[in-house]
């Protein structure tokens, strides 16, 4: 079945920039949207945003100025980018595979990877 | 932006059933998505539009979804059950597209 695996760096000073990737095995890469999702400490699940495999994407607002997620479709793995972070990007970070591209509506996001904690710290 | 609100937690004896609910303008009019995460786990999909289960989730979670409110309900609760459960739908005509509701911690007296 298809899993996700994810790595990048674990602690980050402010003004650093967050950089982690995801690489999907055992299913198909093409079809679907792929999606990070956080959760800061002790909260809820917060999207950040997506990316199909052709490289379309969409972000969460408030976070759009800082996001950059990006594909690498040769390679079956997307990444995630987040600049300029601060304390309150400390969070585990999640990639997921969301629904297929052509029922949005309908599909939940089914497969996390393992998630990675973040701590930005002085 | 959507908001969609949970009661923060439900207890529940052993063998009886829970109700959790997910509150939302509307929400009976969206495909409501809901997830079980255990401490230190990945969240894990347990029921998909509205009331779908993915394969290998117990037939004792099911889901329906009207008006303002959708429900997540576990049936002949185990103690395995406890978890955090949020619900999410997708909004095309949300800044956020996916919108999380705020959870809810089931626990099991």
């Known amino acids: 079945q298809v899993q996700l695996q994810q790595w990048g760096a674990g602690l980050l000073k402010p003004s650093e920039t967050l950089s982690l990737t995801c690489a999907v095995s055992g299913g198909s890469f093409s079809g679907y949207f792929w999606n990070w999702v956080r959760q800061p400490p002790g909260k809820g699940l917060e999207w950040i945003g997506e990316i199909s495999q052709g490289g379309r994407t969409n972000y969460k607002p408030s976070l759009k100025s800082r996001v950059t997620i990006s594909v690498h479709t040769s390679e079956n793995q997307f990444s995630l980018k987040l600049s300029s972070v601060t304390a309150a990007d400390t969070a585990v970070y999640y990639c997921v595979r969301g629904a297929p591209v052509a029922a949005r509506i309908y599909y939940g996001m089914d497969v996390w990877g393992q998630g990675t904690t973040v701590t930005v710290s002085s | 932006s959507y908001l969609l609100t949970q009661p923060p937690s439900v207890s529940v004896a052993p063998g009886k059933t829970a109700r959790l609910t997910c509150g939302g303008n509307n929400i009976g009019s969206k495909s409501v998505h809901w997830y079980q995460q255990k401490p230190g786990q990945a969240p894990v999909l347990v029921i998909y539009y509205d009331s779908d289960r993915p394969s290998g989730i117990s037939e004792r979670f099911s889901g329906s979804n009207s008006g303002d409110t959708a429900t997540l309900t576990i049936s002949r609760v185990e103690a395995g059950d406890e978890a955090d459960y949020y619900c999410?739908?997708?909004?095309?005509?949300?800044?956020?597209?996916?919108?999380f509701g705020t959870g809810t911690k089931v626990t099991v007296l």
């Open positions: 999410q739908v997708w909004d095309s005509s949300s800044d956020r597209l996916y919108v």
